[in-house]
């Protein structure tokens, strides 16, 4: 049987970044022309921009979103330095590509609410897939990155700034529901993006503390079969050693340990998080 390579490949890592931007890339357009741009919704960034001039003055969106992101890019490599690369300039010119290519497709939807919604996922399945190639589709990302380096506001607020004005601008030109349904779109684009980065968060990690440390930890080895650390601690209270039991379990097994915990020693106290992501022995590899 031959032998599994699990050695670190640059070469396949590469390109499978280039085909992440081209896939994340054409499911941004696609969603675009599907849902946000017939249902007029205009859910920030410079396709919000193109969805607002396409309908005021009847301008290609895909032209308008080249003649914003080019420049913007072009400004960023002067104000920003080179950090963008050859990655970030294909998302911008690739998206309003296919854009441009798929301008005739039927819209997959007439429903407002629903365009927003799918359109808002498409967006965030889109530039997540963008983001695991470490690119981005520029535009206004570019833009608030300028105008935080230039003006000592957080990035965030500069997204938002950029990406609130183009919503008002929409709820101006067409009307407030519009307006209404781009905040939807936005919210959807980016808990999608969320999902995308960091998964659905099925795991669970729980710190225990407990005074029957030894009891706790051998049953979470031999009856769940997961790991366990042990991590120093003192009481607050009473100054004494007090270790911290740390846990990862799979959603479907956080009831068995919660229910073991309880049988050995009913006063233990546990807390739970979600864990996005687990990488690891037992979880995904590396």
């Known amino acids: 049987m031959r ?5 670190y490949n640059p070469t396949l890592e590469k390109v499978l970044e280039y085909v992440y931007i081209l896939v994340g890339s054409s499911f941004v357009a696609i969603g675009f022309n599907l849902f946000l741009l017939p249902n007029r919704v205009a859910s920030g960034g ?3 921009i193109s969805t607002i001039l396409d309908a005021t003055f009847g301008f290609e ?3 308008v979103q080249w003649a914003f992101n080019i420049p913007l890019f072009i400004a960023g490599v002067i104000l920003l330095g080179k950090q963008f690369g050859i990655k970030t300039l294909i998302g911008t010119i690739f998206v309003p590509l296919v854009v441009y290519l798929t301008r005739n497709w ?12 799918f359109g808002g996922i498409c967006i965030g399945l889109g530039l997540g897939i963008v983001f695991r ?3 981005s589709t520029g535009g206004t990302d570019l833009a608030a990155q300028i105008i935080h380096k230039y003006t000592g506001l957080s ?3 500069c997204v938002a700034l950029l990406d609130g004005l183009i919503v008002l601008a929409a709820a101006f030109v067409f009307d407030i529901e519009r307006g209404l349904y781009a905040l939807v779109g936005l919210y959807v684009t980016s808990k999608t993006i969320d999902i995308v980065q960091i998964g659905l968060g099925r795991s669970k990690m729980t710190m225990i503390i407990t005074n029957k440390q030894t009891e706790v930890q051998d049953a979470i080895l031999n009856e769940i079969d997961r790991g366990v650390t042990r991590l ?9 050693e007090r270790p911290v039991l740390m846990c990862v379990v799979d959603q479907t097994e956080f009831t068995k340990l919660k229910q073991l915990v309880r049988s050995i020693d009913p006063h233990a106290f546990v807390t739970v998080t979600d864990a996005s992501e687990v990488l690891g022995e037992g979880f995904e590899r590396v």
């Open 133 to 135: 190639g470490k690119a």
């Open 106 to 117: 039927e819209p997959a939807t007439m429903d407002p609410l629903l365009g927003s919604l």
């Open 232 to 240: 120093a601690a003192h009481g607050g209270f009473t100054n004494n």
């Open 3 to 7: 032998k599994r390579n699990d050695t």
């Open 155 to 157: 990035l965030g607020t």
């Open 46 to 48: 410079v396709s919000g």
């Open 61 to 63: 969106p895909a032209y």
